[in-house]
């Protein structure tokens, strides 16, 4: 059974940075591709960042470009999302999932790990 468990989360001031984790228990890690979603109070899901399964293509939300970074290690079967620069607006409950090559859909998901940007 896939299981995707989140870290990292926090309070965070405006500006300030913040990098989550993900660790995921599938053996064969390198046959998914990766991202990170995140869903605000009323808002819907959106992907923040989204990295290929050998890491070579990375993929982020307009808004994120340049502040986020998203990393992968197949040895460690883990996941990272390095956030700089944090808006309030970031904050969301922030979700790790995978997606099998060749697929449209993502899934499993992780539980989330709650990221709160305020000063």
């Known amino acids: 059974q896939v299981q995707l468990v989140e870290s990292g989360g926090g309070f965070m001031q405006p500006g300030g940075s913040l990098r989550l984790s993900c660790a995921a228990s599938?053996?064969?890690?390198?046959?998914?591709?990766m991202g990170w979603f995140r869903q605000a109070p009323g808002k819907e899901r959106e992907i923040v960042a989204s990295?290929?399964?050998?890491?070579?293509?990375?993929a982020y939300a307009d808004s994120v470009k340049g502040r986020f970074a998203i990393s992968r290690d197949n040895t460690r079967n883990t996941v990272s999302l390095q956030m700089n620069s944090l808006k309030p607006e970031e904050t969301a409950v922030y979700y790790c999932a995978a997606k099998v090559l060749g697929t449209t859909d993502w899934g499993p998901w992780g539980q989330g790990t709650q990221v709160t940007v305020s000063s």
């Open positions: 990295i290929s399964w050998n890491g070579g293509t990375t």
């Open positions: 599938i053996r064969t890690f390198g046959w998914f591709a």
